[in-house]
T-cell receptor
Framework: EAGVTQSPTHLIKTRGQQATLRCSPI?????VYWYQQALGLGLQFLLW???????NRGNFPPRFSGRQFPNYSSELNVNALELEDSALYLC?????????????FGSGTQLSVL | GNSVTQMEGPVTLSEEAFLTINCTYT??????LFWYVQYPGEGLQLLLK?????DKGSNKGFEATYRKETTSFHLEKGSVQVSDSAVYFC?????????????FGKGTTLSVSS
């Protein structure tokens, strides 16, 4: 069974540009979570999608947005990139245990903003 | 709001040493508690969990006991191996808030040498 897959593995952008990160959950999982792992800050919760709807959002500005598609895959969009957006972005999925803590993580997209 | 505080690393040990990584939490309601591990180059994976007070989670020789009186969930292992070198994250989710995703601590890096 394939795990959570994220693409691209690495992404290099310049300030002011937009970045799009993609995530495919484990087959059968309907919930997708996005986290930002910045150096020294640990994992910060960004967004949670379930059944195509945004269920919860962390303390991030509106230029961080996303969506979930009918096949449950998800995109994270970051507009007007800033240097401090450089981080590892992790996607996770969960199935029937959604919202209760057992998440399956992908290996992440390393975003570098120059 | 809910939060998790972990001891700062890095923690450097020799093989077969005893490991303790401290974790304390602040939460409303009745949270479930988790330890996730991130091996080099990989995504996070669930190590163990406990869903109510006095529960002990265990896996791969690691243990943690949910202590409500001290709001703690310290991770322990009696004899570490080089292969345990990784980043360890303590996390919680609140059982009465279906809309809340996992809240993570900042992570503790463990380095085990032979």
């Amino acid at each position: 069974e394939a795990g959570v897959t994220q693409s691209p593995t690495h992404l290099i952008k310049t300030r002011g540009q937009q970045a799009t990160l993609r995530c495919s959950p484990i087959s059968g999982h309907t919930s997708v979570y996005w986290y930002q792992q910045a150096l020294g800050l640990g994992l910060q919760f960004l967004l949670w999608y379930d059944e195509g709807e945004e269920r919860n959002r962390g303390n991030f500005p509106p230029r961080f947005s996303g969506r979930q598609f009918p096949n449950y895959s998800s995109e994270l969009n970051v507009n007007a990139l800033e240097l401090e957006d450089s981080a590892l972005y992790l996607c996770a999925s969960s199935g029937e245990d959604r919202g209760r803590g057992k998440l399956f993580f992908g290996s992440g997209t390393q975003l570098s903003v120059l | 709001g809910n939060s998790v505080t972990q001891m700062e690393g890095p923690v450097t040990l020799s093989e077969e040493a005893f490991l303790t990584i401290n974790c304390t939490y602040t939460a409303t309601g009745y949270p479930s508690l988790f330890w996730y591990v991130q091996y080099p180059g990989e995504g996070l994976q669930l190590l163990l969990k406990a869903t109510k007070a006095d529960d002990k989670g265990s896996n791969k020789g690691f243990e943690a006991t949910y202590r409500k009186e001290t709001t703690s969930f310290h991770l322990e292992k009696g004899s570490v191996q080089v292969s345990d070198s990784a980043v360890y994250f303590c996390a919680l989710t609140s059982a009465n808030q279906a809309g809340t995703a996992l809240i993570f601590g900042k992570g503790t890096t463990l380095s085990v040498s032979s």
